[in-house]
DNA sequence: CCATATTTGTACCGACTGGTCTAATTAAAG
DNA sequence: CTTTAATTAGACCAGTCGGTACAAATATGG
């Protein structure tokens, strides 16, 4: 029988309903009504839901990484401009069309560990995979900018990209209580106030 | 009838388990069991899974008060040293017998946050209500030590402690996949480089 | 045009979900 | 000593959970 759905449509339509409402608090046949295809046919594509939520975190992270990409390695751009356009961008996302959205969904890769990080091995295993990575683009741009003179260096950038993402991170919980953004533009401020050199 | 169970110890023991496996992954009849109460009596000090929640956020955070109140308020202490002291505290209760436990279970306020914050309107409620109360504590300490020249004043209090509790959270966050207590270590001397003023 | 391999669609599984109902129990009030 | 009100205990509810089994459908290789 030929396939009549593709894997990357139910990935795509199942990390809608679990970046917005949660693992654990999102059942399998909801995703199915999402998707339009019925259950039989989903575990021919996945194994198991943890299967699922892996393949939705890795697709999630491959989009985040293109857009990433392109914004850091803009070598037109000084490389502490390039990590404010990089935030920057997350910011203006929330501020669009997602301004309600990003509020209630937060970053995929925070709600994940959070809800699921300490319980579920494989789900962490994967989350620290795409972490470092990630965070290896990050921390080059700021070595970038440390040897121009324009970002401190207090910490080295490995400990500079973790303190940065963490704060964004605890930010977004933050933005999903209060309902609001502004965290958000407060956080970036503090931010770049703590990154940027003052005295050159 | 006299009444056979205390809600304290309910609430207690139910706390334990949602701290750890989170709200949607933990089934009332499992905190029937924990607690030892069958279920008619559980309903009978409760309204919902959802109140016992708020009931359980409330207590947290009067636990989480008194301790905070006895390390701020010591005035023998200067500011600073008070706020070192106050995140100093989190991270040893972290690495004693909480060693394994604090790293699996994060903070309840950040994990109920990122699970319930953007989709239940009542517990988003009581946790910006906490948020603010502990906040405001830790506000004035910081606010003392700006008046004392040893905490900056690039920005106000309250944005401060916005900043470092966002951050704090979201390094429990990274404490959960990484399963280490290095990210918490880490983040408090980056924290208070920026806090501590340097050229006083 | 048939055999094979694969995918689809759905009924079904036992376990569990949050929550209700009510009989039995018991302390305190009259 | 009886009435009243509160509490306990657990059977029970409909609905959902993640997952399985298997027949029907169909594309492709021979």
Redesign the interface.
Known sequence: MRKKYEIEDIIQKSQEVIW???Y??TGINELLKESGIPKGSFYNFFESKEDLMIKIIDHYVKEQREIMIEILSNSSVSPLERLKQFYRHSIDQARNELDRFL????CLI??T???L???NDNI?ET??AH?GEISGYIAEVIREGQLKNEITD??PAE??V??M??????????V????SIE?LE??Y??TF??LAKSNP
């Open positions: 917005r409402k949660g654990h608090n509020c209630v969904k937060g925070n709600n560990s959070v809800e990080g300490a319980i962490a989350i620290n972490f207090l910490f400990q500079l973790e303190f993402q963490s704060n964004y991170y605890g930010t977004l919980s933050r999903k209580t209060t309902r965290p407060l956080n401020q503090m106030a703590f």
